[in-house]
């Protein structure tokens, strides 16, 4: 059982570069979110996902995309990365009941922009 | 708006003994649930409690317990018997009508032997 799924662990970009964080989670969850945390911060929402066929803005969406690709995968896309995106993306998951929200995350994806 | 406040950037405590971590929080929500997660230095986020707005006794599970008072909008984390695997970051959070949570700035927690 895996979970909640990031792909990939490590990367490193080039200012201008664009790339896709993978997220998929096996758990049936309806709600998806992907945040970013920065050293001695906690975690920003970007972007996040109530259900299959919608998508949202959080705290921190500029500079950012998603796609909500079916109810398993949530990806979340950097057009032209900046080094002020330089930090640790996480996917999380919930399973969208009442107040009682507890999140499921992922391993995180350790983003380097030079 | 919700919003998370944990005033210890670091902790230390001696192996075996309890420890007090501090959240306080804000919000709006008549109906909300507080969590608190825990980061080991390898980064994964570990959920370890959480507290409903409505739940007459304070939640706990084996070590952890969350010391929730309504009226301060504090939801303290105790952890007994402290471990050297306890040595992590922890997270208070705030999740409400939005379906979102709201994190705090975090507390290390270094438990020495």
Redesign the interface.
Known sequence: NAGVTQTPKFQVLKTGQSMTLQCAQDMNHNSMYWYRQDPGMGLRLIYYSASEGTTDKGEVPNGYNVSRLNKREFSLRLESAAPSQTSVYFCATQSGLGAKNIQYFGAGTRLSVL | AQK?TQTQPGMFVQEKEAVTLDCTYDTS?P???L?W?KQPSS???I?LI?Q??YDQQNATEGRYSLNFQKARKSANLVISASQLGDSAMY?C?I???A????????TQLTVLP
């Open positions: 998370i929500d109906s909300y649930g969590f997660y980064g994964e986020m959920f959480y409903g707005s997270f959070a999740g409400g009508s379906r979102q949570l709201t994190f705090g700035s975090g």
